[in-house]
């Protein structure tokens, strides 16, 4: 059976279709509401599905933890759901060559791995074996998935 996490007081999201969850800060929060009003003050985190589409929650990162979602930071404040992660390997200067000259993309941060998740891929500031010990800790924390 899939693991769900409820949000928003009801909304059931089946957890292996999460790419990464993210808080939101207050610069952002302050953003929602011009763009929404005073009722998007409330959102504390993104969503972010395999789709790329995202969901604004209410919910804080610890209370999505105590769901019994294991999450890893992977840096850039982005936590992905520990039974998602399938791997981590390396991510070299040379693959980063590779998306910049091939595929024209500006890489803003220095990333040391890249994380295959049931979910899509994702590029860390993490290094493999850093990732891979979260992920085991938040699993640990968390019981069998």
Not at 102 to 125: M, P
């Amino acid at each position: 059976m899939t693991k769900t996490l409820k949000i928003n007081s009801g909304s059931l999201i089946p957890a292996d279709t999460i790419r990464f969850i993210r808080p939101i800060d207050a610069e952002e929060r302050t953003r929602l509401v011009e763009r929404y009003g005073d009722d998007a003050a409330g959102f504390k985190i993104s969503i972010q599905f395999a789709d790329k589409t995202t969901k604004l929650a209410v919910d804080s990162l610890d209370e999505v933890r105590g769901q019994g979602i294991g999450l890893v930071n992977i840096g850039s404040d982005r936590h992905v759901v520990a039974s998602n992660i399938k791997e981590a390997s390396p991510f070299t200067k040379d693959d980063a060559d590779k998306l910049a000259g091939d595929k024209g993309y500006t890489l803003n941060q220095t990333f040391r791995s890249r994380i295959e998740t049931t979910a899509g891929a994702l590029l860390s500031s993490a290094t493999p074996e850093q990732v891979m010990s979260r992920r085991a800790k938040a699993l640990e924390a968390n019981g069998p998935k």
